[in-house]
């Protein structure tokens, strides 16, 4: 009982920065009343853990704004192992269907590898569940949940008519926030961020390098579905492209003083052309990225409008191994813009000073360009992926291209070289005919082209591992292509 009135005291300074102390001591006077009330007399005895971490602390967040969040132990636990780039896995690269997982990659020296799954594989049971009883999404939350202990799976190998038994255990897996670095053309780098976590400036300058480093003629920087992370690989990132002195943002709070991050004296970025892939999931730090760069005229941002979280997370551990993550200031990037979208106050009673949306429309860049505010990044060339047809869907849906492509390799050993001829796509649709997959020649026509590409894809997937299948699947990619032609036109 007294570790959990500590608890609260803790927790409720935070959120009366502003009140007497005479305030608080009758809010919590009042409080305490009704807890020693309904502890002493309800029917059913209380677990005080459950009333506080899941009904008091959060009622009073949830009147603040919807990224100030508590953390029990365990989520606490794993917010801290984020930080650090580390995750509990399998090392398991699989494609997810309705009602079927199959192996793409089991990567070297995991827990999958060591067991002996390989590309193709089908998993058929986790923990005794029938994954073809299972829809998309409880698929999903099964594969997660079994990374936390101990999993039992049944397997189905190509070719073989016995079907496998695996015991696999989860140990801490290095997930690299830049997870995909190659050669869009020659001297035409691409690399894909898909957090920023305490590494991921060091990461993305490491892949530039990699790929050549100031001998490129330019880069398609890809946040597209990255949520954000840590201001300091944001601050890290937007430098290796920024003049020394030049703003990436400023930080504004009730509480924080004003303060302004520059880029450091000394830096020395890189200068080939940049586009920066964004979409409605880019958001936090890769906003600041994409919108620092867009404010001093440095990348082209295509894509779709950004997601519009531009608030100051600070994250308070408090009593019993919890924590708390709050809103304490909002960042502006460097045309004076808010990236915080406004939110809706009749939503959040108590959330107005968490959310300023930007009045002013007179936003320019540093060469006078016009950029609009009101929250999130919007695109200079606005761009969506290609329209998802029903065609798609039913091949996306029956698994066609992985499983073909697992026939396929079976019997015939591929190299880099590999293309699917004319004579194969032939094959490929005899093959969907048999399996009552039957697009008239129209239908056929338009979607050759996407066919190709996911087959192709998928070939190098199973045959050489995902990194080089994507490597085949950005030639589909519509949104990117329209990067790679912004980057060719600098």
Excluded: C
Excluded at 57 to 62: A, E, K, T, Y
Excluded at 255 to 280: H, M, R, W
Excluded at 380 to 394: G, H, K, M
Aim: net charge neutral; glycine share 8%; no cysteine.
């Amino acid at each position: 009982m007294n570790r959990l009135i500590l608890l609260l005291f803790a927790a409720s300074a935070l959120f009366a920065a502003d009140t007497k102390k005479t305030e608080e001591e009758a809010a919590m006077k009042r409080f305490i009343d009704v807890l020693q009330t309904f502890t002493s007399t309800n029917a059913d005895p209380v677990d005080l853990d459950q009333a506080f971490y899941v009904g008091a602390i959060p009622g009073l967040l949830r009147h603040l704004d919807p990224h100030s969040v508590f953390f029990d132990p365990g989520q606490f636990e794993q917010v801290k192992s984020m930080e650090n780039s580390t995750h509990k896995g399998f090392g398991t690269v699989v494609s997810v269907l309705p009602g079927r997982v199959v192996v793409l990659q089991a990567l070297p020296g995991s827990p999958s590898a060591k067991s002996g799954m390989s590309p193709g594989d089908e998993i058929l049971a986790v923990n005794n569940y029938r994954l073809d009883r299972l829809e998309f999404e409880q698929i999903i939350e099964l594969l997660n949940q079994s990374k936390q202990r101990p999993a039992q799976l049944i397997v189905r190998r190509p070719g073989s008519v016995r079907l496998l038994e695996l015991t696999l255990v989860p140990q801490d897996m290095i997930s690299p926030s830049v997870d995909r670095a190659f050669l869009l053309q020659p001297s035409i780098g691409y690399v894909r961020v898909t957090s920023f976590e305490q590494k991921t400036g060091f990461q993305v300058q490491e892949a530039i390098e990699k790929l050549g480093g100031n001998k490129l003629k330019g880069l398609v920087l890809d946040l597209r579905n990255n949520p954000g992370g840590l201001m300091n690989a944001a601050l890290y990132t937007s430098s290796l492209f920024l003049q020394p002195g030049q703003t990436i943002l400023s930080v504004h709070g009730r509480n924080v003083p004003e303060t302004f991050e520059k880029v450091p004296e000394g830096n020395k970025p890189y200068t080939f052309p940049v586009s920066i892939l964004v979409n409605a999931k880019t958001a936090s730090a890769s906003e600041i990225v994409s919108g620092s760069l867009q404010d001093h005229d440095r990348a082209v941002i295509v894509g779709e409008p950004s997601f519009g979280k531009g608030l100051v997370q600070s994250v308070f551990p408090i009593a019993e191994k919890t924590g708390l993550a709050l809103t304490t200031a909002l960042y502006y990037i460097p045309s004076g813009r808010s990236i915080q979208k406004p939110f809706k106050m009749d939503e959040f009673a108590l959330g107005a000073t968490a959310a300023h949306p930007n009045e002013r429309t007179d936003f320019k860049t540093d060469k006078g360009r016009p950029v609009p505010g009101g929250g999130g990044i919007v695109p200079d060339i606005l761009a969506q992926p290609e329209e998802y047809t029903q065609f798609r869907q039913v091949m996306e849906g029956s698994a066609a291209f992985t499983s073909y492509a697992t026939e396929y390799l079976r019997t015939n050993k591929i190299d880099a070289n590999w293309k699917p001829t004319p004579q194969i796509m032939d094959q490929f649709r005899v093959w969907l005919s048999d399996r009552q997959i039957q697009p008239s020649v129209r239908e056929w026509l338009a979607e050759l082209r996407w066919t190709q590409i996911r087959l192709h894809t998928e070939m190098f997937n199973l045959a050489f591992g995902v990194e080089k299948g994507d490597e085949i699947e950005v030639q589909g990619d519509a949104v990117l292509q329209k990067g790679l032609a912004a980057v060719l036109k600098q």
